[in-house]
Structure formats: C-alpha cells, structure tokens
C-alpha cells in the first residue's frame, strides 16, 4: 500500500502543472473533479475562471462525470453562473434518480434470475459505485451488466422476460448456437428504456481474441453489501482487467472509465503480482499501459502495475494518438477500420494480432445472417458471406466512414 502511495505522489507531481497549458480550462476542471478528493479540494477550483460553463456541462456528461462535478462545484455554488448551476443540479438528480431506480432493479432482477436457478454476477453499474464511492448516485451509468455462465443464458433470458424485457435479437436455434460461440451479450429493453439490462457470457466478443476465465470470475467472486441484500461481483484483481479491457474497446473515450480505474487501484486490497501474471497470459499487457499512460497524462495518477510495461513506445504512440479526441469530447466512434487497427497495435503477440483479425474476417455476426438468408444445410457458408460483406464494405469505403 506504501508503494502505491509513492506511486501516486509521484503521478501527481509529475502532471499537476501540465494540464492548464495542454487542455482547455473545461477539460482542465473535468480533470481536477477527478482527481481532488475532499472539501478543500473542491473549493481549490471551485472558483476556476475563463470556463465556459455550458461547454463544461456538456463534456461532463459525454465522459459520464456529471455527478463527481456537481459534487464539486456545489462546495461553491456562487463561482457558477446561477442558470448553468441548476442545469448541473438538474443533470445531477436526473442521474442519481436513474441511478436509484437502477440499483431497485438490479435487486428485482438478480433475486428473480437467481430463482431460477442461475448464478449471476452483476458488475460496473450500481454495483462498481457501491464498491467505489460508496453511493450508488456518484457515478453515472444507464444499464445493468450481468454475467452468467454460457450454459445459463437460456434460463437468465427466460427469466428477464418474465420480468417484461425484451430483446430485439431474434435468432434461430442454429444461429443462437452459433452467437453463443461468438458473439458475448444480449441486450434488453424494458421501461427503463433501451438496452437497459446486458445479459454476458462474456466480456468481449470471441474476435477480440482475450479469453477471460468466466468460470474463474464465478469462482474468485466477492460478496459485498447493495440495496438492504448481498451481491456477488468480480473480485478487485479481476475487474481491473475487465475495465481496463472495457475501456480499450470503447477507445478510452470516457474520463470516468479512468476515474473508476484509479479509484479501483487505490481503494481495494489488490494483488498486483497476480493482475500482472493475468495480464500477460491474457496479452493485454500493452491495453494495461495505454491505461496507465491515459490515467497519468490526464488525472495525474500513475497505477502500481504498468511499471513494468511503462517504457512501451506502441503503448505510448497509440496512447498520444487517441488523446485529442478523449480531450476534445468528440461524439461519435472511430471508423470500424480504425478501430480495430488500433486494437490490433494494441496487442504485443503477433499471435494475438493474427488471431483477431482472422477472427474478425471469418466470424459471420447478426448482420450477416440478416443480410443473406441461407438453408441451414448451408450454414458454414456464412462465413463467406462475412469474408464478401467486409470486402464489400472496404471496396466501397464504408469500413473508414
């Protein structure tokens, strides 16, 4: 724990005066909501100037920081213009509401799945902000994850329907087999909107080419305390995996994916010994240092694992490349061509890298199946459907668009 502390002093000493010159001042008091910690600190930049507020809102909730900044500016409500306080106010309890009816719905959920006989493990969501920052209203998050043993999302998904969710994916029994081998989720809408509940299996899709231990998190889970009942989640040493990997998918494109991984870091009891052995027989050093390089670049905190992989120049190159766009907020995603090139960099084993593109290349989706309706006596054409559909799209320019 000493050590981590070092660490972190280290971080912060290293990049405390460096983000007034590299970001905007918006982005400048996103990343001192994150990193300031207390009273004190809040009113440290409470009174920051040359903001604009509106534009600060809006960054706030597209890296999901609503609450951590509503929390800081009410220390000192009066540096705010009063029209964008309420806003924030408004933005605020709005989340916290939807994070209340959430966490509801998770207990509502969890006992009627577990009724049927299946174990669950709900993660992120009301869960990671129980275990975090001990109120399930201080981060922001819109669905629930649940994961489940391959062999029980017939049953888990009987079981949300009889709660009145619905998926829009609609398989045959081919091609369910087939998604179960492939794909790693179905999602559910009910009346807390779309995709409100994920039902997992696993954490990426098979393509990715990162082979989670699914029956190792049921077997390592912990139990802690939610809504008056005991839940079981990941243990620490895995779910800093699982977000650092959750956030590789998504880019890095939300400050609070890193927010939740320092607090993780430094909160929890972790063996860091068995996360950097993880990580390697995984191949997800590099995904790990990118992590690192982002969290010290932007909140000026340094994790007690990337040692190791600190000194990575693709980590670094991949990391300065994606900057601009985390700090400038953008709202869409990267071409499907750039992203997985990125995920390909991304890897340190050429066999990773191999792996996931053949994957990619070969394994037919939803979309596939969709597009060409084949006899199922010809299924495992489909995977020249795919090969066509993806050399189509390139062919066209639709795979950089």
């Not at 990426?204 to 077997?219: H, K, M, N, T, W």
């Not at 800093?240 to 959750?246: A, T």
């Not at 993780?264 to 950097?276: G, K, N, P």
């Amino acid at each position: 724990m000493h050590h981590a502390a070092v660490l972190e002093s280290v971080g912060r000493i290293a990049t405390q005066h460096r983000h007034s010159s590299l970001f905007s001042a918006e982005f400048d008091f996103l990343t001192r909501c994150c990193s300031s910690r207390g009273s004190a600190g809040r009113r440290e930049f409470a009174g920051a100037t040359d903001i604009d507020w509106e534009r600060l809102i809006r960054l706030a909730d597209h890296h999901g920081l609503i609450p951590r900044v509503h929390e800081a500016v009410s220390a000192a409500p009066d540096a705010m213009p009063s029209h964008c306080f309420e806003e924030l106010r408004r933005h605020s309890l709005d989340k916290a509401r939807r994070a209340l009816s959430l966490t509801s719905e998770l207990v509502r959920i969890v006992e009627h799945v577990e009724s049927c006989g299946v174990e669950v493990l709900p993660y992120k969501g009301p869960i990671l902000a129980q275990s975090l920052y001990g109120n399930v209203t201080l981060r922001q998050y819109g669905d629930l994850d649940l994961l489940v043993r391959v062999r029980d999302v017939a049953r888990a998904k009987a079981a949300l329907v009889e709660l009145g969710y619905k998926t829009k994916l609609e398989l045959s029994p081919q091609q369910e087999r087939a998604y179960l081998q492939s794909g790693y989720e179905y999602t559910f809408d009910s009346a807390y909107g779309r995709n409100a509940v994920e039902l997992q299996w696993r954490i990426l899709p098979r393509f990715y080419a990162i082979s989670f231990d699914v029956e190792g998190f049921f077997r390592r889970a912990v139990s802690m305390d939610l809504g008056g009942r005991k839940f079981r989640s990941l243990c620490p040493e895995d779910l800093f995996l699982v977000l650092c990997v959750h956030a590789a998918k998504h880019a890095w494109a939300q400050v609070s994916w890193l927010c939740d991984i320092v607090e993780l870091a430094y909160s929890q009891s972790i063996d860091w010994d068995l996360v950097e052995a993880n990580a390697s027989q995984l191949g997800i050093e590099r995904i790990v240092a990118i992590t690192g390089w982002l969290a010290r670049e932007l909140l000026g905190r340094t994790l007690p694992v990337e040692g190791k992989w600190r000194d990575d120049p693709d980590a670094r190159s991949i990391a300065r490349a994606i900057l601009p766009t985390i700090v400038e907020g953008e709202h869409c995603d990267p071409a499907p061509a750039s992203h997985f090139a990125m995920m390909i960099r991304a890897r340190g084993r050429w066999r990773d890298r191999a792996q996931l593109l053949s994957r990619l290349a070969f394994t037919p989706t939803a979309g596939d199946w969709s597009a060409m309706r084949l006899p199922a006596a010809l299924f495992p054409l489909y995977r020249v459907v795919r090969l066509a559909r993806l050399a189509h799209k390139l062919f066209q320019g639709k795979l950089f668009c």
